[in-house]
Protein backbone atom coordinates (compact mmCIF):
# COMPACT_ATOMS: atom_id res chain seq x y z
CA UNK A 1 0.00 0.00 0.00
CA UNK A 2 1.15 3.34 -1.40
CA UNK A 3 -1.28 5.89 -0.92
CA UNK A 4 -3.99 5.84 1.92
CA UNK A 5 -7.29 7.98 1.19
CA UNK A 6 -9.90 9.46 3.62
CA UNK A 7 -13.03 10.72 3.03
CA UNK A 8 -14.96 13.12 5.59
CA UNK A 9 -18.42 13.80 5.58
CA UNK A 10 -19.05 17.33 7.86
CA UNK A 11 -22.13 18.55 8.42
CA UNK A 12 -22.17 22.63 8.34
CA UNK A 13 -24.82 25.00 9.31
CA UNK A 14 -25.56 28.19 8.62
CA UNK A 15 -21.78 29.57 8.48
CA UNK A 16 -19.66 31.53 6.16
CA UNK A 17 -16.59 28.95 5.28
CA UNK A 18 -15.12 30.87 1.91
CA UNK A 19 -15.42 34.15 1.49
CA UNK A 20 -15.72 36.33 -2.26
CA UNK A 21 -18.90 38.89 -1.97
CA UNK A 22 -20.22 36.46 0.59
CA UNK A 23 -19.74 32.72 0.63
CA UNK A 24 -18.58 31.23 -2.11
CA UNK A 25 -19.87 28.64 -4.19
CA UNK A 26 -20.06 27.24 -7.54
CA UNK A 27 -23.47 26.67 -10.31
CA UNK A 28 -24.10 23.04 -10.95
CA UNK A 29 -25.88 23.31 -14.07
CA UNK A 30 -27.25 19.73 -13.50
CA UNK A 31 -29.41 20.64 -10.66
CA UNK A 32 -29.47 24.11 -11.51
CA UNK A 33 -28.25 25.01 -7.98
CA UNK A 34 -25.63 27.35 -6.17
CA UNK A 35 -23.21 25.36 -4.46
CA UNK A 36 -21.42 26.30 -1.73
CA UNK A 37 -17.56 25.22 -1.22
CA UNK A 38 -14.32 25.45 0.60
CA UNK A 39 -11.31 25.17 -1.95
CA UNK A 40 -8.58 22.42 -1.44
CA UNK A 41 -5.93 25.47 -0.39
CA UNK A 42 -8.24 26.51 2.45
CA UNK A 43 -8.82 22.70 3.49
CA UNK A 44 -5.41 22.34 3.65
CA UNK A 45 -3.99 25.35 5.72
CA UNK A 46 -6.93 24.03 7.78
CA UNK A 47 -5.24 20.65 8.19
CA UNK A 48 -2.23 22.35 8.39
CA UNK A 49 -2.82 24.73 11.46
CA UNK A 50 -4.91 22.13 13.26
CA UNK A 51 -0.87 19.81 12.97
CA UNK A 52 1.00 22.59 13.94
CA UNK A 53 -1.02 23.10 16.92
CA UNK A 54 -1.27 19.56 18.10
CA UNK A 55 2.79 18.97 18.10
CA UNK A 56 3.06 22.26 19.30
CA UNK A 57 5.16 23.90 16.42
CA UNK A 58 5.55 27.57 15.94
CA UNK A 59 4.72 26.93 11.74
CA UNK A 60 7.72 27.90 9.27
CA UNK A 61 8.06 31.82 8.48
CA UNK A 62 7.70 33.08 5.47
CA UNK A 63 10.06 35.76 3.28
CA UNK A 64 8.04 38.07 1.75
CA UNK A 65 10.21 40.76 -0.66
CA UNK A 66 9.33 43.58 -2.47
CA UNK A 67 10.95 45.97 -4.94
CA UNK A 68 11.57 50.09 -4.47
CA UNK A 69 10.91 51.61 -8.23
CA UNK A 70 12.27 55.32 -8.39
CA UNK A 71 9.08 56.75 -7.46
CA UNK A 72 9.65 55.11 -4.31
CA UNK A 73 6.99 52.83 -4.50
CA UNK A 74 6.46 49.27 -3.34
CA UNK A 75 6.08 46.64 -5.71
CA UNK A 76 5.43 43.12 -5.19
CA UNK A 77 7.81 41.17 -5.33
CA UNK A 78 8.64 36.86 -4.78
CA UNK A 79 7.72 34.76 -1.81
CA UNK A 80 9.71 32.08 -0.08
CA UNK A 81 9.16 29.24 2.13
CA UNK A 82 11.68 28.01 4.29
CA UNK A 83 12.43 24.73 1.95
CA UNK A 84 13.24 23.35 5.41
CA UNK A 85 11.32 19.77 6.21
CA UNK A 86 12.52 19.97 9.94
CA UNK A 87 8.93 22.04 9.99
CA UNK A 88 6.24 19.91 10.27
CA UNK A 89 4.01 22.31 7.85
CA UNK A 90 6.66 22.28 5.36
CA UNK A 91 7.16 18.65 5.58
CA UNK A 92 3.63 17.66 4.61
CA UNK A 93 2.63 20.94 2.88
CA UNK A 94 5.45 21.55 0.57
CA UNK A 95 7.37 24.48 -0.53
CA UNK A 96 8.12 26.34 -3.37
CA UNK A 97 11.27 29.07 -3.74
CA UNK A 98 11.64 30.51 -7.13
CA UNK A 99 14.12 33.74 -7.35
CA UNK A 100 13.78 36.36 -9.55
CA UNK A 101 15.94 36.74 -12.63
CA UNK A 102 16.68 32.80 -12.56
CA UNK A 103 20.27 33.27 -11.11
CA UNK A 104 19.45 30.56 -8.29
CA UNK A 105 18.08 27.48 -8.18
CA UNK A 106 14.35 26.87 -7.96
CA UNK A 107 13.52 24.81 -4.95
CA UNK A 108 10.15 22.89 -5.30
CA UNK A 109 8.43 20.03 -3.28
CA UNK A 110 5.34 18.91 -4.03
CA UNK A 111 2.84 17.91 -0.75
CA UNK A 112 2.66 14.47 0.06
CA UNK A 113 -1.04 15.12 1.00
CA UNK A 114 -3.13 15.63 -1.91
CA UNK A 115 -6.46 17.55 -0.45
CA UNK A 116 -9.57 18.15 -2.56
CA UNK A 117 -11.90 21.27 -1.76
CA UNK A 118 -15.20 20.71 0.71
CA UNK A 119 -18.07 20.59 -1.75
CA UNK A 120 -21.22 19.07 -1.46
CA UNK A 121 -22.06 15.51 -1.03
CA UNK A 122 -24.85 15.93 -3.68
CA UNK A 123 -26.04 19.34 -4.93
CA UNK A 124 -29.17 19.29 -3.44
CA UNK A 125 -27.86 18.11 0.02
CA UNK A 126 -26.45 21.76 0.58
CA UNK A 127 -27.53 24.94 -0.66
CA UNK A 128 -27.08 28.60 0.56
CA UNK A 129 -29.42 30.94 2.02
CA UNK A 130 -29.96 34.65 1.97
CA UNK A 131 -30.28 37.03 4.83
CA UNK A 132 -29.77 41.09 5.58
CA UNK A 133 -27.66 41.66 8.52
CA UNK A 134 -27.17 45.79 10.40
CA UNK A 135 -24.29 46.75 12.64
CA UNK A 136 -26.50 49.21 15.08
CA UNK A 137 -24.85 51.59 17.66
CA UNK A 138 -27.66 53.98 17.70
CA UNK A 139 -28.69 52.90 21.18
CA UNK A 140 -25.18 54.33 22.11
CA UNK A 141 -24.62 58.53 22.97
CA UNK A 142 -21.07 58.63 22.84
CA UNK A 143 -20.77 57.58 19.09
CA UNK A 144 -18.82 60.16 16.53
CA UNK A 145 -20.05 60.54 13.46
CA UNK A 146 -18.05 61.72 10.29
CA UNK A 147 -19.46 63.46 7.29
CA UNK A 148 -17.49 64.36 4.26
CA UNK A 149 -18.08 66.62 1.22
CA UNK A 150 -17.68 66.17 -2.00
CA UNK A 151 -14.28 67.24 -1.87
CA UNK A 152 -13.54 65.26 1.23
CA UNK A 153 -13.66 68.09 3.61
CA UNK A 154 -15.29 67.34 7.02
CA UNK A 155 -18.74 68.82 7.67
CA UNK A 156 -18.97 70.64 10.88
CA UNK A 157 -21.94 70.34 13.53
CA UNK A 158 -24.27 72.79 11.83
CA UNK A 159 -23.91 71.49 8.47
CA UNK A 160 -24.30 67.73 9.54
CA UNK A 161 -27.68 69.05 11.45
CA UNK A 162 -29.02 71.17 8.34
CA UNK A 163 -28.35 67.86 6.14
CA UNK A 164 -29.99 65.42 8.08
CA UNK A 165 -33.16 67.62 8.60
CA UNK A 166 -34.82 66.63 5.14
CA UNK A 167 -33.72 63.23 5.53
CA UNK A 168 -35.00 60.09 7.35
CA UNK A 169 -31.37 58.62 7.48
CA UNK A 170 -29.41 57.29 11.01
CA UNK A 171 -26.10 57.87 10.62
CA UNK A 172 -25.23 55.23 13.45
CA UNK A 173 -26.60 51.67 11.57
CA UNK A 174 -25.19 50.35 9.01
CA UNK A 175 -27.71 47.80 6.41
CA UNK A 176 -25.38 44.79 5.15
CA UNK A 177 -27.86 43.51 2.57
CA UNK A 178 -27.43 39.92 0.54
CA UNK A 179 -25.43 38.04 3.31
CA UNK A 180 -24.82 34.33 1.61
CA UNK A 181 -25.48 31.40 4.30
CA UNK A 182 -23.86 27.82 3.71
CA UNK A 183 -25.91 24.77 5.24
CA UNK A 184 -25.91 21.15 4.52
CA UNK A 185 -23.69 18.16 4.04
CA UNK A 186 -20.20 18.33 2.70
CA UNK A 187 -17.16 16.07 1.98
CA UNK A 188 -13.74 16.69 1.30
CA UNK A 189 -11.08 13.83 0.17
CA UNK A 190 -7.38 13.13 1.01
CA UNK A 191 -4.52 11.02 -0.32
CA UNK A 192 -1.59 10.31 1.75
CA UNK A 193 1.24 9.64 -0.17
CA UNK A 194 3.02 7.35 1.85
CA UNK A 195 6.22 7.03 -0.63
CA UNK A 196 7.18 10.70 -0.02
CA UNK A 197 5.22 11.54 3.10
CA UNK A 198 8.67 11.47 5.14
CA UNK A 199 10.93 11.29 2.46
CA UNK A 200 12.79 14.33 1.00
CA UNK A 201 14.10 13.95 -2.37
CA UNK A 202 18.16 14.76 -2.73
CA UNK A 203 18.32 14.56 -6.40
CA UNK A 204 20.02 17.57 -6.91
CA UNK A 205 18.78 17.66 -10.90
CA UNK A 206 15.26 18.83 -9.61
CA UNK A 207 15.92 19.73 -6.19
CA UNK A 208 13.82 20.05 -2.95
CA UNK A 209 16.55 21.55 -1.07
CA UNK A 210 19.80 23.44 -0.64
CA UNK A 211 22.86 21.55 -0.21
CA UNK A 212 22.61 23.37 3.04
CA UNK A 213 19.88 21.97 4.17
CA UNK A 214 20.96 18.77 3.38
CA UNK A 215 24.02 18.69 4.88
CA UNK A 216 21.70 19.97 8.23
CA UNK A 217 19.60 17.41 8.38
CA UNK A 218 22.59 14.59 7.88
CA UNK A 219 23.86 15.85 10.81
CA UNK A 220 20.60 16.09 12.53
CA UNK A 221 20.00 12.20 12.20
CA UNK A 222 17.87 11.77 8.74
CA UNK A 223 19.08 8.69 7.17
CA UNK A 224 19.71 8.17 3.47
CA UNK A 225 17.99 6.45 1.34
CA UNK A 226 16.01 5.74 -2.01
CA UNK A 227 12.72 5.26 -3.31
CA UNK A 228 10.82 5.17 -6.73
CA UNK A 229 12.21 8.97 -7.17
CA UNK A 230 15.22 8.62 -6.65
CA UNK A 231 17.71 8.99 -3.91
CA UNK A 232 15.91 10.72 -0.49
CA UNK A 233 16.58 11.40 2.96
CA UNK A 234 14.42 9.73 5.49
CA UNK A 235 12.41 11.30 8.94
CA UNK A 236 14.48 9.76 11.73
CA UNK A 237 11.81 7.07 13.40
CA UNK A 238 11.30 9.20 16.34
CA UNK A 239 9.89 12.12 14.30
CA UNK A 240 7.87 9.61 12.66
CA UNK A 241 6.60 8.37 15.56
CA UNK A 242 6.17 11.94 16.88
CA UNK A 243 4.70 13.55 14.10
CA UNK A 244 2.21 10.95 12.79
CA UNK A 245 -0.17 11.02 15.78
CA UNK A 246 -0.10 14.84 14.96
CA UNK A 247 -0.90 14.86 11.37
CA UNK A 248 -3.59 11.93 12.06
CA UNK A 249 -5.70 14.15 14.53
CA UNK A 250 -5.53 16.93 12.48
CA UNK A 251 -6.75 14.70 9.45
CA UNK A 252 -9.65 13.42 11.78
CA UNK A 253 -10.45 16.59 13.66
CA UNK A 254 -10.02 19.70 11.13
CA UNK A 255 -12.34 22.20 10.70
CA UNK A 256 -12.48 25.71 9.05
CA UNK A 257 -12.21 28.82 11.41
CA UNK A 258 -11.91 31.09 9.42
CA UNK A 259 -15.00 33.92 8.64
CA UNK A 260 -17.12 32.32 11.27
CA UNK A 261 -16.85 35.63 14.12
CA UNK A 262 -20.86 35.88 13.29
CA UNK A 263 -21.29 32.82 11.93
CA UNK A 264 -20.28 29.69 13.84
CA UNK A 265 -20.86 26.37 13.04
CA UNK A 266 -19.40 23.51 14.55
CA UNK A 267 -18.73 21.69 11.75
CA UNK A 268 -19.24 18.60 12.82
CA UNK A 269 -17.89 15.20 11.14
CA UNK A 270 -20.93 12.54 10.51
CA UNK A 271 -18.81 9.48 9.13
CA UNK A 272 -15.04 9.19 8.03
CA UNK A 273 -14.00 6.61 5.78
CA UNK A 274 -10.30 4.92 5.41
CA UNK A 275 -9.18 2.68 2.49
CA UNK A 276 -6.38 2.08 -0.23
CA UNK A 277 -8.82 1.97 -2.44
CA UNK A 278 -9.93 5.75 -4.37
CA UNK A 279 -12.73 3.74 -5.92
CA UNK A 280 -14.30 1.93 -2.90
CA UNK A 281 -13.79 4.51 -0.37
CA UNK A 282 -15.68 7.47 -3.29
CA UNK A 283 -18.79 4.59 -2.73
CA UNK A 284 -18.43 4.69 1.03
CA UNK A 285 -20.27 7.54 1.71
CA UNK A 286 -22.34 8.95 -1.14
CA UNK A 287 -25.30 10.27 -2.29
CA UNK A 288 -28.45 8.15 -4.25
CA UNK A 289 -31.27 10.05 -6.38
CA UNK A 290 -34.54 9.61 -4.74
CA UNK A 291 -36.57 7.22 -7.14
CA UNK A 292 -40.04 8.95 -5.95
CA UNK A 293 -38.79 11.92 -6.52
CA UNK A 294 -35.97 13.31 -8.78
CA UNK A 295 -35.45 16.31 -6.56
CA UNK A 296 -34.55 14.53 -3.63
CA UNK A 297 -31.54 13.16 -2.77
CA UNK A 298 -30.29 10.88 0.46
CA UNK A 299 -27.18 10.37 2.05
CA UNK A 300 -25.69 6.92 2.17
CA UNK A 301 -22.68 5.86 4.79
CA UNK A 302 -22.30 2.11 3.65
CA UNK A 303 -20.74 0.46 6.76
CA UNK A 304 -20.13 -3.00 4.93
CA UNK A 305 -17.08 -2.31 2.25
CA UNK A 306 -14.72 -5.08 1.88
CA UNK A 307 -11.34 -2.85 1.96
CA UNK A 308 -12.79 0.37 3.74
CA UNK A 309 -12.98 0.88 7.30
CA UNK A 310 -15.93 3.43 8.31
CA UNK A 311 -16.43 5.26 11.40
CA UNK A 312 -20.19 6.61 12.35
CA UNK A 313 -20.54 9.20 15.00
CA UNK A 314 -23.88 9.41 17.08
CA UNK A 315 -25.13 13.00 15.27
CA UNK A 316 -25.22 11.45 12.18
CA UNK A 317 -28.14 9.47 13.13
CA UNK A 318 -30.05 12.61 12.31
CA UNK A 319 -29.31 12.71 8.96
CA UNK A 320 -28.58 9.28 7.87
CA UNK A 321 -30.02 6.01 8.45
CA UNK A 322 -26.68 4.21 9.92
CA UNK A 323 -26.31 1.27 12.63
CA UNK A 324 -23.61 1.73 13.50
CA UNK A 325 -23.09 5.11 15.33
CA UNK A 326 -20.03 5.00 18.39
CA UNK A 327 -19.41 8.09 20.91
CA UNK A 328 -15.72 7.18 20.02
CA UNK A 329 -16.12 6.92 16.19
CA UNK A 330 -13.49 9.54 15.71
CA UNK A 331 -10.90 8.64 18.70
CA UNK A 332 -10.85 5.01 16.98
CA UNK A 333 -10.75 6.78 13.16
CA UNK A 334 -7.54 8.39 14.63
CA UNK A 335 -6.10 5.25 16.19
CA UNK A 336 -6.46 3.15 12.74
CA UNK A 337 -4.69 6.09 10.85
CA UNK A 338 -1.79 6.30 13.24
CA UNK A 339 -1.52 2.33 12.35
CA UNK A 340 -1.54 2.60 8.57
CA UNK A 341 1.06 5.33 8.74
CA UNK A 342 2.76 4.16 11.44
CA UNK A 343 3.61 0.24 9.88
CA UNK A 344 5.00 2.17 6.45
CA UNK A 345 8.60 0.97 6.10
CA UNK A 346 10.26 4.56 4.95
CA UNK A 347 13.54 3.74 5.05
CA UNK A 348 13.82 0.63 3.08
CA UNK A 349 10.87 0.98 0.15
CA UNK A 350 12.73 -0.14 -2.75
CA UNK A 351 13.31 -3.61 -0.43
CA UNK A 352 9.79 -3.44 0.62
CA UNK A 353 8.65 -3.64 -3.49
Not at 50 to 76: A, G, H
Request: proline share 3%; aromatic share 8%.
Amino acid sequence: MNTVYIRTLKRAEHTVFNVSDGQKYYFDNQFGRRIPYSSGQQVKRSVIDTLCETINQVPSPTTFLFDVNKQKELKEGEVYATCDPTYADQLFGGWMKAAKGGKERTLKRRSPLSISAMRALHPLLAGLDIENASFDRSDRPNNKVIIRDEKGNQLNEEEVVSLLEEKDRSVSRKWIPNNSRATGLFIMDVAIDLRRLFNVSINQLEPEMSDETIEKLKAEGWIESENVFGKCLVAPKTLREKWIPGLAKAIINWRITSNQSRTFSLMDTLALSISDNANLIAGSIRAKLSEEDSRRADPIVDENINGVDTFVTLQAGAYIHTKSEKVDALETAEKALVALLLAFDYENQLARD
